[in-house]
């Protein structure tokens, strides 16, 4: 798992195009892994026409453990496991692929928690719930609150917990104690420390500050007491919390090594690794590479709680593992993920070599705790609210435009506040297809029409700015006249389009007579086409009333609900945005 | 390679530049120096084929009218002026389109050295469009994109040929 923080973004679709040939094409490509145990003789209590099962690994320290216990799982149930092993860069590409070609080639797939709103949203995955309540051997009680809810999407589970990798605070014991230090509590100690070992000579601290900065910025912005966005899916960056962690990261980047704007998640741990680097910020699943002994700092690195802020939070990330809900043969697979998942087999599920999950029963394990110390720090305490990356399925805008946007206020090529207002308008328009997709509406077109184009970031901007309600003036209805002919703007200006366009008590504006229209003759979800006659949700949370001076217009055209009659009979004249159609048949 | 060498904490580059006095840039963290470092790097690449070309294009001009130049008196910089360039031009034009079309996608060196940051800073419209396609999966977008550069690359071709044409009439 470790692998991909900070490159995450960029790696998370590498060779994209690849694996979607490498999909089409067959299961076992050159790049992957793949092998399967020996059946046994004879099965035990699994269902008789089971007899094999497929599952999706992705290469990580986890799905080695996972291979590990194939061979006893195959002598105790008779079901021979197939696994092939797919690079992170391709791996859920090619899972969404086969997923939706339905054609049932996995029964067990490990996939990223990044990347569980997109399967939950997507139904690809199988709801875990009900075998949860029922098994004793997984005892999800075994896990906090907080924990359970790892590999839920809307309240439902899709994935179990395959590694548990909280952000957490390292330090070089050396240094520290060289330097009179302690390992900070609060957010306060941790830049002061910092400071103190730049000062000294030594660099301060080190997170990922450049391509994948967002994971470090979002982490302070929560745990400085703010949110990146309001329970409507408005942008809240420039909140004065958003401000302060902001402007606290940027401290830190200057009590780092020199050039540290430059690093991704993978080079600070290796800058920290491998160089005088006081303290870090990062998961825990890099736990691993501490034991090395090739490393010439061996022995000289710590682990302890993030620091406190103003609110008390931990980041968490990490693997799910789960099963296909195009998967034949489900309770096999669960059968298997039970067994190796199971409170039974956790401590050997941790001895050979898999980061660990925060079972309760793991982490209060004194004797395990003498070889990986970490491991309290998995014990995530009821107090702490957990946070993990947002599950949005513009997630990858999102991380994008914030990437862009962060990097260059740490370096001072852009003040603080400016940069997290542009930030903040930049979001808008990004969350706002996010906003229709949970409505129900054509997310992709509204993410695209709203962030791909200067008209739609314009329209964002404006929908930040949030004037003050009031009569609603169509935008587009100064371009439409200059649009149509003579004759037809003149008809626009007797029947005005405000009129036609009430809006709802909940403020959701809709042409409800063009809405009913389509849904008779299309259906509920059929595309708006031209795109003028869905909810428009820029204008959500504007509430106007319809003018009583303003003619209502007659609907006549279910195709063209902005069409006006123009009196010639038979046709009409559509006069919506970009648009001049003639001779269109009038609706009965 | 380059981005070991470029570190500005670790990077042979600024502790080379260091003994000889010069405090080296922050070259891959800051926004010229990232720009810079791309520049550098890019030229370092391409310096060896442009000068291959150049080279066969200097071996294959007769030595004729040069000598004639010569013995009629012309200085070295004349000779150089009005009789090598001149029969050097197609040679220079196709390295010149060459490396323009080169330049337009331009990737690979930004994606190992700053994957376009910091920022934006480096992003070429090659990177953006790998960006659109493969980080935020928007296939069509990056489509439509590829197929603008490619328009914006015709013209270069065009001249090129029409430059072409110039020098052999």
């Known amino acids: ?588 | 390679m380059w981005r070991f060498m470029l570190d500005t904490d670790t990077g042979v580059i600024n502790w080379l530049l260091e003994r000889v006095g010069l405090f080296g840039p922050d070259w891959l963290g800051s926004r010229w120096g990232a720009r810079v470092a791309v520049v550098l790097v890019d030229s370092w690449q391409s310096i060896p084929f442009v000068m291959l070309l150049i080279l066969a294009g200097l071996a294959g001009i007769p030595d004729g009218p040069d000598e004639a130049a010569r013995v009629d008196g012309a200085s070295s910089l004349q000779v150089f002026r009005r009789i090598t360039l001149p029969q050097l031009k197609p040679v220079l034009y196709v390295v010149l389109m060459i490396r323009v079309i080169d330049t337009f996608k331009l990737f690979d060196t930004i994606f190992i050295l700053t994957r376009g940051g910091p920022g934006t800073a480096t992003q070429t419209l090659a990177m953006y469009n790998y960006s659109l396609g493969f980080v935020l999966l928007k296939t069509s977008q990056a489509a439509a994109l590829g197929t603008v550069l490619a328009i914006i690359t015709l013209p270069v071709y065009f001249l090129w040929q029409r430059a072409s044409r110039a020098v052999e009439a």
């Not at chain 1, 080695?64 to 859920?92: D, L, R």
């Not at chain 1, 087999?345 to 999950?357: C, D, H, T, W």
């Not at chain 1, 003149?490 to 849904?519: C, F, I, K, N, T």
């Open chain 1, 1 to 588: 798992m470790t692998r991909r923080r900070g490159t995450g973004l960029l790696s998370a679709s590498l060779l994209a195009v690849l694996a979607l040939f490498a999909g089409a094409c067959g299961d076992s490509k050159d790049s992957e892994k793949s092998g399967s145990a020996t059946p046994a003789a004879s099965g035990t209590k699994q269902d008789a026409d089971v007899t094999e099962i497929n599952v999706f690994l992705i290469p990580s320290p986890s799905s080695t453990s996972i291979q590990s216990f194939i061979p006893e799982f195959t002598k105790k149930t008779g079901i021979k496991v197939n696994f092939t092993e797919t690079p992170y860069a391709e791996a859920h590409n090619k899972q969404l692929l086969s997923y939706k070609q339905k054609a049932g080639a996995y029964d067990v797939a490990q996939f990223d928690n990044t990347y569980l709103a997109s399967f939950g949203a997507n139904k690809v995955m199988t709801p875990l719930d009900d075998y949860l309540k029922n098994s004793a051997e997984y005892d999800i009680a075994d896990f906090s609150e907080g924990q359970q809810d790892y590999g839920k999407f809307d309240g439902t589970t899709f994935g179990l917990t395959l590694s548990t990798e909280p952000m957490i605070q390292w330090y070089r014991t050396d240094l520290l104690a060289d330097a009179g230090l302690e390992p900070a509590t609060t957010w306060d100690e941790y830049l002061s420390n910092a400071q103190a070992l730049k000062a000294a000579g030594k660099a301060g601290n080190v997170l990922g500050f450049g391509p994948g900065v967002t994971w470090w910025w979002m982490t302070l912005v929560w745990s400085f007491g703010g949110q990146l966005y309001d329970k409507d899916l408005k942008p809240t960056v420039t909140s004065d919390a958003a401000v302060e962690a902001t402007e606290y990261l940027k401290q830190l980047l200057e009590a780092g090594p020199d050039g540290a704007s430059s690093l991704d998640g993978d080079t600070s741990v290796a800058k920290f690794f491998s160089t005088d680097v006081g303290e870090m910020l990062n998961y825990s699943g890099y736990y691993g590479s501490v034991k090395t002994p090739e490393n010439p700092f061996a022995g000289k690195f710590a682990t302890a709680a993030m620091p406190k802020g103003k609110a008390d939070i931990t980041h968490l990330a990490g693997w799910n593992i789960g099963i296909p809900s195009d998967s034949k043969k489900q309770d096999a697979a669960w059968q298997f993920l039970e067994f190796v998942l199971g409170k039974s087999n956790a401590k050997a599920y941790l001895e050979s070599g898999a980061a660990a999950i925060g079972r309760k029963s793991i982490t209060s394990d004194a004797e395990l705790a003498k070889s990986d110390p970490y491991l309290p720090l998995l014990d995530i305490p009821a107090s702490s609210r957990i946070e993990r990356y947002p599950q949005l399925k513009v997630w990858p805008d999102f991380q994008k435009a914030a990437d862009e946007a962060i990097t260059p206020i740490l370096t001072g090529d852009v003040e603080v506040k400016q940069g997290l207002e542009d930030l903040n308008t930049k979001l808008a328009g990004i969350l706002a297809g996010e906003n229709e997709r949970r409505r129900g509406g054509d997310s992709r077109r509204a993410v695209e029409e709203r962030t791909s184009s200067p008209v739609g970031r314009h329209r964002a901007h404006r929908a930040v700015l949030a004037p003050a309600p009031g009569p609603v003036r169509h935008p587009d209805r100064d371009r439409d006249l200059a649009l149509v002919s003579k004759r037809g703007a003149e008809l626009v200006r007797r029947a005005p389009v405000r009129g036609a366009r009430q809006l709802s008590a909940d403020g959701h504006r809709a042409h409800q007579w063009g809405a009913d229209r389509r849904r008779s003759r299309h259906g509920d979800h059929h595309g708006t086409g031209s795109g003028h006659a869905a909810p428009d949700r820029r204008w959500s949370g504007r509430v106007a009333q319809p003018s009583a001076e303003v003619q209502p217009v007659v609907p006549i055209c279910a195709a063209h609900p902005h069409a006006v009659d123009p009196g010639g009979g038979g046709t009409h004249v559509a006069v919506h945005a970009g648009h001049r159609h003639r001779r269109h048949q009038l609706a009965p």
